[in-house]
C-alpha cells in the first residue's frame, strides 16, 4: 500500500508540471491510473495469502506495454 500512495504522489506531481496539451493531459492521468489500479491489484493479491511469485506475475501481466519494467514501476513507458 504504501508503494501505490508512492505512485499516486508521483502520478500527481508529474501532471501537476505537465505543460502538454489537453489530450496528452488526459491520457496520461488515465495511464497512472491503470498503473495504480495493477498496483492496488497487486496488493490485494498478496493479501489474500498468494505468495509474492504469483502477485508478481500478476502484476507483470497486467502491466505489459503500460510501465517501464517487470514490475510496473513509477517510471511509464513513452
Known amino acids: ?4 500512495l508512492s505512485l499516486v ?4 506531481a508529474l501532471v ?3 505543460k502538454e496539451d489537453p489530450a496528452h493531459r488526459k491520457a496520461l492521468i488515465e495511464q497512472h491510473k491503470a498503473i495504480a489500479a495493477a498496483h492496488e ?8 495469502g498468494k505468495d509474492e511469485e504469483a502477485c508478481h506475475a500478476e502484476l507483470a501481466k497486467a ?8 514490475l510496473c514501476g513509477a517510471r511509464h513507458k513513452h
Open 1 to 4: 500500500m504504501k508503494h501505490l
Open 9 to 12: 504522489l508521483a502520478a500527481t
Open 16 to 18: 501537476a508540471q505537465a
Open 41 to 48: 491489484a497487486a496488493a490485494q493479491c498478496l493479501a489474500s
Open 63 to 70: 502491466c505489459k506495454g503500460l510501465a517501464i519494467g517487470k
